[in-house]
C-alpha cells in the first residue's frame, strides 16, 4: 500500500530525508516515530503530494506520488500537523464541507458527519463557532472530518499534540476503528507509546534516515539487556550492563540481571527500575546516528 525506494529530500543543501526505504500492506497502522526534526513531516508531506522528493520514488496504493498526484489524492485523507479547522463554521457544517468537496451527496455527507461528530465526542457542541472550542476539540473536528471521509490511506501528523487524556483516547479508538473498517494508516508521531499502542509497524527516523523498521514488539526486542536501571545524577553506579546512555543528567543502564546490579547502587540514588520500551530503541538509535552506540 505505501512503498518508498531510496527516498529523500533536500533543503537548501541539505538532506532533511536521505535512503528512506520501507514498503507495507494495506490494512495496517504504520507509525513513523522519532525525535524532532527527524523527517517524519517531510516523509508525511512527500506522500500526500505536498512536496517533490528529491530523489527516489514513493507509491501510495500503487501510484507514483509525482507521476499521478491527482490518482494519489483521490484515495487519501490527511490531518496535516499544523491542520486548523475553518474558525468560523461549526464543527457540523466544516465536516459537512469537507465532505462535499470530495464529492459526496449531501444526504450522505449529512449522515456522515452526524456519525462521526457522535463518535469524536463532538455532537454536543455541533452547533458552536469552531473558534469558540478548546484546542482538543477543534483537533478532533479535524480528525473527525477524515474519519468520516472513509479513504483508502489515511495520514495523520502528530493527530495528539496538544490533546488531554481523554481525547487522545478518543483519536487512538478512532484509529483502530479505520484499521477494522479497511484503512491503511499512518500516524506520525514522537511518543514511543502511541507508536506502540497503535501500530502494527513502525518506522523509526533518526536524522533523516530509516533507523529501523518492524513491528513494535521487534524492535523492543532489538534493545539490548532485559531491564532497564535510570540512575539520575550519571553516577557510575551499576556494574554488569550490555550498554548505556546518558539523557540529560539520568544515566540509562540497559541491563540482563536486577539483583546484583541494584545492590550496587549508591545509596540516595533515585534509581528507577523499568521494563526496556520502543522508546529505549528510539533513544539507542537517536545516539548511535550521533555517533555513539
Not at 72 to 81: K, L, S
Not at 216 to 240: C, F, H, N, T
Request: proline share 4%.
Amino acid at each position: 500500500m505505501i512503498v518508498c525506494e531510496n527516498l529523500g529530500r533536500q533543503f537548501r543543501g541539505a538532506w532533511v530525508l536521505r535512503g528512506v526505504s520501507f514498503a507495507t500492506k494495506s490494512g495496517v497502522v504504520l507509525g513513523v516515530l522519532g525525535p524532532n526534526g527527524a523527517g517524519k513531516t517531510t516523509l508525511i508531506r512527500i506522500l500526500t503530494t505536498e512536496l517533490l522528493p528529491s530523489e527516489g520514488r514513493a507509491f501510495v496504493a500503487g501510484f507514483d506520488v509525482v507521476r499521478e498526484t491527482g490518482r494519489v489524492r483521490r484515495v487519501i485523507a490527511a490531518v496535516p500537523q499544523e491542520g486548523k479547522p475553518i474558525d468560523f463554521l461549526t464543527p457540523y457544517e466544516f465536516v459537512v464541507s469537507y465532505l462535499l468537496l470530495r464529492g459526496l451527496s449531501l444526504r450522505e455527507a449529512r449522515r456522515r458527519a452526524a456519525e462521526a461528530l457522535k463518535q469524536f465526542g463532538l455532537w454536543e457542541v455541533r452547533g458552536r463557532e469552531i473558534e469558540t472550542l478548546s484546542g482538543g476539540m477543534k483537533r478532533r473536528v479535524l480528525v473527525a472530518a477524515v474519519f468520516a471521509a472513509d479513504a483508502e490511506v489515511i495520514f495523520l501528523d502528530e493527530p495528539t499534540v496538544g490533546l488531554d487524556v481523554y481525547s487522545r483516547r478518543v483519536v487512538w479508538n478512532a484509529v483502530l476503528e479505520m484499521k477494522r473498517a479497511g484503512a491503511t494508516v499512518v500516524v506520525s508521531t514522537h511518543h514511543a507509546e502511541e507508536a506502540a499502542a497503535l501500530s502494527d509497524y513502525v518506522v523509526v527516523l533518526s536524522r533523516g534516515r530509516v533507523a529501523g523498521f518492524a513491528p513494535p514488539r521487534e524492535l523492543v526486542e532489538r534493545v539490548p539487556g532485559k531491564y532497564v536501571v535510570e540512575v539520575e545524577g550519571g553516577a557510575d553506579s551499576i556494574a554488569d550492563y550490555v550498554a548505556v546512555l546518558q539523557v540529560g543528567s539520568t544515566k540509562l543502564y540497559y541491563v540482563n540481571e536486577l539483583p546484583q546490579t541494584l545492590q550496587r547502587a549508591i545509596n540516595g540514588t533515585r534509581v528507577v527500575v523499568r521494563p526496556k520500551s520502543l522508546e529505549d530503541y528510539v533513544l539507542l538509535a537517536s545516539h548511535s546516528a550521533q555517533g555513539g552506540l
